[in-house]
């Protein structure tokens, strides 16, 4: 079950009523068994896979928690080894598995192969490993006491709003408020149904938009020149910014409907100044679970010099495999390891050279150089994240800057129009979605969308209320509605 589907609408709906008309000893089970009924909307079977990790972590954090020394530590092994190792077979056999045999065949060996296991990716994957194991080491490091409720801690996991693609919540966030009474609040319902309602904005409205332009030119990058393939880059950081992070808001506003409250995953990422304020603005969830349990472990940047280098990659590296069995993604996580560590070794140079050509005396200037800077490299990277191979992913880097003699033109939209397969009118609307968008978002930086609203008078609040769901429902795009793009992670 998507999001962006009937189907969920109605679901919501109903799940949302029940769980404000039933007594709170009551929720926790009708929580659990309608998130259940959500994943197995999927795939039924895999619901058995969420069972192992909810028994395995649920049995491994009380162990933890009554052991001392070393047992307590095999427990914590125990734990992490049987979460990754469910992770390997479903998500990475396949991709361990090629690499192995082309090895082989490089060789020169033959007629060795390795049988196809045919496993189909259960849907949130990673999302779900990812958080329980934040479960069982904070019980470890005794910042969490082990949860003794089955029901509760199965919940836990499987919350459905964050179910199949995050955010990645820590248990002293989760665990703690799903014990909690919660009284119907209708503040919280108003202001969780807006959050769900931009989040579908940024998805039917923009995402799905412009991913039709973005599929047409990567799925046959061959064909297309410089103008396309720059066109397409740029719009695949605005799909993938739209599409993940109106998945976040639907996710943050339906549990807010419920009176709990989620961690916020992204906050204007594009407005960063460097690469590191953007993984502190992109994927929240996901790039703190890293610094928390992979950077500061090995050592973060209390270590000499190079081995910081080596911590950063090794983190970003890893970061990449996470989101998919691909060169395309460890590439992707590789050049972000390499931008923060050629920040920090150019970070002298870079301050000489902006003092000697004056760049302090103009600091507006200087920061709009800074975030076009970030946002070109975080650009670049997008486009090995979003090729079908790094073969394609090498073309179009190495094509972007051919055939530009026709980029600038009086009629923009006639020349980009057929580079994405798009109609006029299609890319009015797009670019119509993007501004919105980034006056919302422009808004919300200068003095917070919520705050604005709330000095505007009901019948203002109204009018935009009503055009928010019109444009969802007469302007969305409904030819090329797709999954959410971290469904697949």
Same mark, same amino acid.
């Given at each position: 079950?998507?999001?962006?589907?009937?189907?969920?609408?109605?679901?919501?709906?109903?799940?949302?009523?029940?769980?404000?008309?039933?007594?709170?000893?009551?929720?926790?089970?009708?929580?659990?068994?309608?998130?259940?009924?959500?994943?197995?909307?999927?795939?039924?079977?895999?619901?058995?896979?969420?069972?192992?990790?909810?028994?395995?972590?649920?049995?491994?954090?009380?162990?933890?928690?009554?052991?001392?020394?070393?047992?307590?530590?095999?427990?914590?092994?125990?734990?992490?080894?049987?979460?990754?190792?469910?992770?390997?077979?479903?998500?990475?056999?396949?991709?361990?598995?090629?690499?192995?045999?082309?090895?082989?065949?490089?060789?020169?060996?033959?007629?060795?192969?390795?049988?196809?296991?045919?496993?189909?990716?259960?849907?949130?994957?990673?999302?779900?490993?990812?958080?329980?194991?934040?479960?069982?080491?904070?019980?470890?490091?005794?910042?969490?006491?082990?949860?003794?409720?089955?029901?509760?801690?199965?919940?836990?996991?499987?919350?459905?709003?964050?179910?199949?693609?995050?955010?990645?919540?820590?248990?002293?966030?989760?665990?703690?408020?799903?014990?909690?009474?919660?009284?119907?609040?209708?503040?919280?319902?108003?202001?969780?149904?807006?959050?769900?309602?931009?989040?579908?904005?940024?998805?039917?409205?923009?995402?799905?938009?412009?991913?039709?332009?973005?599929?047409?030119?990567?799925?046959?990058?061959?064909?297309?020149?410089?103008?396309?393939?720059?066109?397409?880059?740029?719009?695949?950081?605005?799909?993938?910014?739209?599409? +993940?992070?109106? $998945?976040?808001? &639907?996710? /943050? #506003?339906?549990? !807010?409907? =419920?009176?709990?409250?989620?961690?916020? %995953?992204?906050?204007?990422?594009?407005?960063?100044?460097?690469?590191?304020?953007?993984?502190?603005?992109?994927?929240?969830?996901?790039?703190?679970? +890293?610094?928390? $349990?992979?950077? &500061?472990? /090995? #050592?973060?940047? !209390?270590? =000499?010099?190079?081995?910081?280098?080596? %911590?950063?990659?090794?983190?970003?590296?890893?970061?990449?495999?996470?989101?998919?069995?691909?060169?395309?993604?460890?590439?992707?996580?590789?050049?972000?390891?390499?931008?923060?560590?050629?920040?920090?070794?150019?970070?002298?140079?870079?301050?000489?050279?902006?003092?000697?050509?004056?760049?302090?005396?103009?600091?507006?200037?200087?920061?709009?150089?800074?975030?076009?800077?970030?946002?070109?490299?975080?650009?670049?990277?997008?486009?090995?994240?979003?090729?079908?191979?790094?073969?394609?992913?090498?073309?179009?880097?190495?094509?972007?800057?051919?055939?530009?003699?026709?980029?600038?033109?009086?009629?923009?939209?006639?020349?980009?129009?057929?580079?994405?397969?798009?109609?006029?009118?299609?890319?009015?609307?797009?670019?119509?979605?993007?501004?919105?968008?980034?006056?919302?978002?422009?808004?919300?930086?200068?003095?917070?969308?919520?705050?604005?609203?709330?000095?505007?008078?009901?019948?203002?609040?109204?009018?935009?209320?009503?055009?928010?769901?019109?444009?969802?429902?007469?302007?969305?795009?409904?030819?090329?509605?797709?999954?959410?793009?971290?469904?697949?992670?």
């Amino acid at each position: 079950m998507i999001f962006n589907s009937i189907a969920f609408l109605v679901f919501f709906v109903v799940v949302t009523t029940t769980y404000h008309l039933l007594p709170h000893r009551w929720r926790w089970p009708m929580l659990l068994a309608a998130s259940c009924w959500f994943y197995m909307a999927f795939v039924p079977v895999y619901i058995l896979i969420l069972a192992f990790t909810i028994a395995v972590d649920y049995g491994a954090g009380l162990l933890i928690e009554r052991s001392e020394g070393v047992v307590r530590r095999r427990w914590l092994i125990a734990s992490i080894v049987a979460n990754v190792g469910v992770l390997a077979i479903f998500k990475y056999y396949g991709f361990l598995t090629e690499n192995i045999e082309a090895m082989v065949r490089a060789a020169g060996w033959t007629g060795y192969t390795i049988p196809d296991l045919g496993i189909i990716l259960p849907i949130g994957l990673s999302f779900h490993t990812f958080q329980s194991l934040s479960y069982t080491i904070e019980v470890y490091y005794g910042r969490q006491r082990a949860e003794r409720h089955l029901g509760i801690f199965s919940l836990y996991v499987m919350f459905y709003p964050q179910l199949v693609a995050g955010p990645i919540e820590r248990p002293g966030n989760l665990l703690r408020q799903l014990h909690l009474p919660m009284a119907f609040d209708p503040g919280l319902l108003a202001s969780g149904l807006r959050l769900m309602a931009w989040g579908f904005f940024k998805k039917i409205m923009i995402a799905d938009r412009v991913g039709a332009m973005v599929d047409h030119v990567y799925d046959a990058p061959y064909t297309h020149d410089g103008p396309a393939l720059i066109l397409a880059s740029l719009l695949f950081a605005v799909q993938i910014y739209c599409d +993940f992070s109106g $998945y976040s808001d &639907i996710a /943050l #506003g339906a549990a !807010r409907c =419920l009176g709990i409250d989620l961690m916020r %995953n992204f906050r204007t990422p594009y407005a960063s100044t460097n690469i590191s304020e953007f993984w502190r603005r992109w994927h929240i969830s996901l790039s703190t679970w +890293f610094r928390d $349990y992979v950077y &500061i472990p /090995l #050592g973060g940047n !209390r270590v =000499l010099t190079w081995r910081r280098y080596y %911590n950063l990659l090794i983190t970003f590296l890893l970061s990449g495999l996470w989101h998919g069995a691909a060169w395309t993604y460890i590439i992707w996580g590789g050049l972000h390891g390499l931008f923060l560590i050629g920040a920090i070794v150019t970070e002298g140079g870079r301050t000489r050279l902006g003092q000697l050509i004056g760049l302090h005396r103009w600091p507006r200037l200087h920061m709009a150089q800074q975030v076009i800077t970030t946002f070109l490299l975080v650009d670049l990277a997008w486009i090995f994240f979003r090729a079908n191979s790094v073969q394609d992913a090498f073309h179009i880097v190495g094509n972007l800057f051919t055939g530009l003699d026709g980029f600038l033109t009086a009629d923009a939209f006639s020349l980009w129009a057929p580079l994405v397969g798009a109609g006029r009118g299609e890319m009015v609307l797009a670019v119509a979605g993007i501004a919105a968008m980034e006056g919302v978002q422009w808004l919300d930086r200068r003095k917070g969308a919520t705050t604005w609203l709330a000095e505007r008078s009901a019948w203002q609040r109204w009018a935009l209320y009503t055009g928010l769901i019109g444009s969802i429902i007469f302007l969305g795009s409904y030819y090329h509605t797709s999954p959410f793009i971290y469904f697949q992670f």
